[in-house]
């Protein structure tokens, strides 16, 4: 009983916040959320890399494995992404990111913190702040299906994640004011992003719902299948194989939606946008079973 008690009290305020935004969308179809991908983009996610690696008393050693987990885990699921893609004769460039950059950051992060405390909030982190650079640099270079290195000295992110780094490696301690500013900024971006999650769940539509079927599966199904994968090699247990489960069972990330809408052709947007939305309702059945899973046996 007890198990089920914690897994209600992680899952309920992560799905209670996107049904705000699910009931926000359905009052106002024409709401316009292009505030919150601007603030998330400029101060929101630099500020949750900078918060969550640093509050949850994560070591540069530690850092390093999960980011080397992380490539491991993203290469897996990319080569996952590339061989149903072609199978199903699909833009293995533009609709690759749907695949191999989950929603680690809005939705991986909360859930980690509610499992394990802010150490799995800290490990989460060190996974999601890959995803976040590659979201704001190689997603943006496949959905425009060119190399442009002003995207990523333009990447607030990519700052983040380096000055964060060096705080770590040299072992001092961000200033308090800092912190407490990159907290507010931090947790104010997870709510609004998760509301929007929400939104968007209401205003993208579902074009081709079997082929977003079949890719979906390849996210949120053979996702949590490479996390298993990944524990059993590094032999982890724990919060760190409870977080590598976790955040390898997330569905597609909205931000490929996004940067899809402004770099790609309408056929891919449509296409993007179907997966999300299926992998995402998907996920409300395959989360609460990894989460079982790892609160079971990774606790």
Not at 136 to 146: D, G, H, Q, S, V
Not at 224 to 238: A, D, E, Y
Not at 273 to 297: G, H
Request: with cysteine; glycine share 8%.
């Amino acid at each position: 009983m007890e198990i089920y008690l914690k897994l209600f009290e992680v899952l309920f305020p992560v799905f209670f916040i996107v049904g705000i935004g699910v009931f926000l969308g359905k009052k106002n179809p024409n709401i316009d959320t292009s505030f919150i991908t601007t603030y998330s983009g400029n101060f929101g996610t630099p500020s949750l890399v900078i918060f969550a690696l640093t509050a949850g008393s994560v070591s540069f050693e530690v850092f390093a494995n999960f980011f080397i987990y992380g490539i491991i885990l993203l290469t897996l699921f990319g080569i996952v992404g590339l061989i149903f893609l072609f199978l199903m004769k699909k833009d293995y460039l533009r609709e690759l990111p749907t695949f191999f950059l989950p929603n680690t950051g809005n939705m991986g992060i909360p859930i980690c913190l509610f499992a394990y405390g802010e150490l799995g909030m800290g490990m989460a982190a060190s996974i999601s702040s890959l995803v976040v650079f590659l979201h704001f640099t190689l997603n943006i270079f496949l959905a425009k299906r060119a190399f442009d290195f002003h995207t990523i000295i333009k990447s607030p992110a990519f700052y983040a994640i380096i000055v964060t780094v060096l705080f770590l490696y040299f072992e001092q301690p961000i200033p308090q004011f800092v912190m407490n500013t990159v907290m507010l900024l931090a947790y104010g971006m997870i709510v609004m992003i998760l509301m929007s999650l929400g939104i968007a769940l209401t205003q993208m539509k579902v074009f081709s719902f079997k082929d977003s079927i079949i890719t979906s599966i390849g996210r949120v199904v053979i996702g949590p299948i490479i996390g298993l994968m990944v524990i059993k090699i590094f032999n982890l247990s724990g919060v760190a194989a409870g977080v590598v489960l976790i955040q390898s069972s997330m569905p597609s990330a909205i931000l490929c939606y996004l940067i899809a809408s402004m770099y790609s052709p309408k056929e891919i947007v449509d296409n993007i946008s179907s997966t999300i939305v299926v992998s995402t309702l998907m996920s409300l059945i395959t989360i609460p079973i990894t989460l079982f899973f790892a609160l079971k046996y990774f606790y």
